[in-house]
T-cell receptor
Framework: EAGVTQFPSHSVIEKGQTVTLRCDPI?????LYWYRRVMGKEIKFLLH????????ESGMPNNRFLAERTGGTYSTLKVQPAELEDSGVYFC??????????FGSGTQLSVL | AQSVTQLDSHVSVSEGTPVLLRCNYS??????LFWYVQHPNKGLQLLLK??????LVKGINGFEAEFKKSETSFHLTKPSAHMSDAAEYFC????????????FGTGTRLKVLA
């Protein structure tokens, strides 16, 4: 069974540019989560999808971040325009039962 | 509010010696607690979880953790460290809401010396 996959694994962009991160959850998992780890800090919740609907987006930092989940399958997280403080590792997780999350290996985003 | 505190950012042990990674939690509810591990360039992997059943929880790769309500602790242990245990470990508490979001500790990086 394929795990949670994230693309790209690394992204280096300049301040002001746009970046789109993608997450493919485990097939059949209705719940999809985005988390972020800024350098030296803890991993923090960004948002939660149930199928294609946003269940909770209380962790999204500001309106430069836009998450979508087309048809309840894969999800994208767009940052536009990117700022220096957006640098970090972005993790995606999916679950069938909410108590057990499966995480991807993350996207390392560097904004210069 | 729920929170977790990992008391050590770095721990070094010699191969074959015991491992102790410390975690204290704060929760208004009966908590669900987890330990996750991240090896370099890999995803976060669930080691074990506590969900109000037995207080001593056994996980994968010989790890276990004991839930101590009186001390609000959930320390991770392993009797004998292996080189492959070198990784970053995260203590996690879940928020019992509809979203079931996780609250992570800041992580403990375990180094295993030959």
């Amino acid at each position: 069974e394929a795990g949670v996959t994230q693309f790209p694994s690394h992204s280096v962009i300049e301040k002001g540019q746009t970046v789109t991160l993608r997450c493919d959850p485990i097939s059949g998992h209705d719940n999809l989560y985005w988390y972020r780890r800024v350098m030296g800090k803890e991993i923090k919740f960004l948002l939660h999808f149930v199928k294609e609907s946003k269940q909770d987006e209380s962790g999204m930092p500001n309106n430069r971040f836009l998450a979508e989940r087309t048809g309840g399958t894969y999800s994208t997280l767009k940052v536009q325009p990117a700022e220096l403080e957006d640098s970090g590792v972005y993790f995606c997780a999916s679950s069938q039962f909410r108590e057990k999350l499966f995480f991807g290996s993350g996207t390392q985003l560097s904004v210069l | 509010a729920q929170s977790v505190t990992q008391l050590d950012s770095h721990v070094s042990v010699s191969e074959g010696t015991p491992v102790l990674l410390r975690c204290n939690y704060s929760s208004s509810y009966s908590p669900s607690l987890f330990w996750y591990v991240q090896h370099p360039n890999k995803g976060l992997q669930l080691l074990l979880k506590y969900t109000s059943a037995a207080t001593l929880v056994k996980g994968i790769n010989g790890f276990e953790a004991e839930f101590k309500k009186s001390e609000t602790s959930f320390h991770l242990t392993k009797p004998s460290a292996h080189m492959s245990d070198a990784a970053e470990y995260f203590c996690v508490v879940s928020v019992p809401s509809g979203t079931y979001k996780y609250i992570f500790g800041t992580g403990t990086r375990l180094k295993v010396l030959a």
